[in-house]
């Protein structure tokens, strides 16, 4: 691990400025940016510690949802009575990923912003773009069973890991921000990761130094919600394909999609097709889809467990 230097400020301003320094990071939890230090993938010059910025609570907003702050740790915001009874999508996708200690550590913000879990990425032998930009992507002509199916380029067919960013897509979560010159923003999480195309490296639209302090759930969905997740094994394993439903009584729904893509993959034109069952609307949720020789399966798996989930919530 290389040197660097270190500091905690005591308000948000002070650390969206110091967070704004050629080559700082923030830091909370670590569970993802620490491995990646001691693999010298990630290199900051200087980290920002931010878990003394008071964004630990859950409270209720005036349109009848929910803000998470950034630094809920998953354990505390899978457990919270309010999001276990309203938003059961995101306690059973929170439990379904990571091991309990790894939950009592992880943030919410952290969570968002984990890094591909691509054995390309983390080989630093290998040529990477996302963590390398130009080198190549040796996974195209590599070892691609746990990697994406759509949404992906020539440049790198990696896939985002977060199991919690699945649930709150479906929810259509909010992330609110505070850039470097203090101006706060709020971006929807469908616009908030990046397709990879030429430059995998570039992960979310957050400019330099622009910091997460929360995340807003609009008000309940009500209905039926499960989370599917198909892993190797069932303990503390990343999803080969995980599958995120909201079904209301109506019959209308969300789907949202882990494991598949470099991002949590919701179609909204395919919910209109739920009516008429998994096959029609993994049709339009893997449209344009790309899927390797080793990881072909992922599409026949995909709709298999989304079939299963409409099979539960109707029952």
Known sequence: MRAFSYEKPGTLAEAAAAGAREGAKYIAGGTNLIDL?????????HLVDVNGLGLDRIEETAAGGLRIGALVRNTDLAADPR???DYALLTRALVAGAS?????????????????RCAYFYDTNMPCNKRAPGSGCAALEGISRQLGVVGTSEACIATHPSDMAVALRALDAEIETMRADGVARSIPIGEFY??????????T??????????????APLGGAQLYHKARDRASYAFALVSVGLVLREDG?????????????????????ELGEGAAAACEMLFAGARPTEQNAFKLPLAERALAALLAEARS
């Open 37 to 45: 230090m001691k693999l010298e993938i990630e290199t900051p010059a």
């Open 83 to 85: 999001v276990r009874r």
């Open 100 to 116: 309990g200690q790894l939950r009592n550590k992880a943030t919410t913000a952290g969570n968002l912003l984990q890094r591909t």
């Open 194 to 203: 990046r397709t990879p195309g030429e430059t995998p490296e570039i992960e």
């Open 205 to 218: 639209v957050l400019g330099a130094g622009e910091l997460i302090t929360g995340v807003t759930l609009p």
């Open 252 to 272: 209308t729904g969300r789907i949202a999609l882990g494991g598949v893509a470099p991002m949590p993959w919701r179609v909204e034109a395919a919910e209109a």
